[in-house]
Nanobody, 115 residues
Framework: QVQLVESGGGLVQPGGSLRLSCAAS????????IGWFRQAPGKQRELVAY???????KYADSVKGRFTISRDNAKNTVLLQMNSLKTEDTAVYYC?????????WGQGTQVTVSS
């Protein structure tokens, strides 16, 4: 059974940092394009960052220079380091694994940026 589990969310003040983790079971993340998405209340889900199996990365303009996506293939995990957080980063964050034939989603983790 394939499962993606996000963790690391929480409440943080503006300017703070969080590190999200997406851990997989039942598949090898090394063979998938992995994306982090987020959805704020009343808004559509949007792409935050993704990392190819070869390690290349892309980011939404809104998070460039602040967020870093990376792989830990030994732990079958993808990380999202989020620095200089802003109130507008508040959302539920989801990871997605896609190999162009099938895609999997995690259940999401809440990130709240507030003073």
């Amino acid at each position: 059974q394939v499962q993606l589990v996000e963790s690391g969310g929480g409440l943080v003040q503006p300017g703070g940092s969080l590190r999200l983790s997406c851990a997989a079971s039942g598949l090898s993340l090394a063979n998938y394009l992995i994306g982090w998405f987020r959805q704020a209340p009343g808004k559509q889900r949007e792409l935050v960052a993704y990392i190819y199996s070869g390690g290349n990365t892309k980011y939404a303009d809104s998070v460039k220079g602040r967020f870093t996506i990376s792989r830990d293939n030994a732990k079958n995990t993808v990380l999202l380091q989020m620095n200089s957080l802003k109130t507008e980063d508040t959302a539920v964050y989801y990871c997605n694994a896609d190999n162009s034939r099938i895609a999997y989603w995690g259940q999401g983790t809440q990130v709240t940026v507030s003073s």
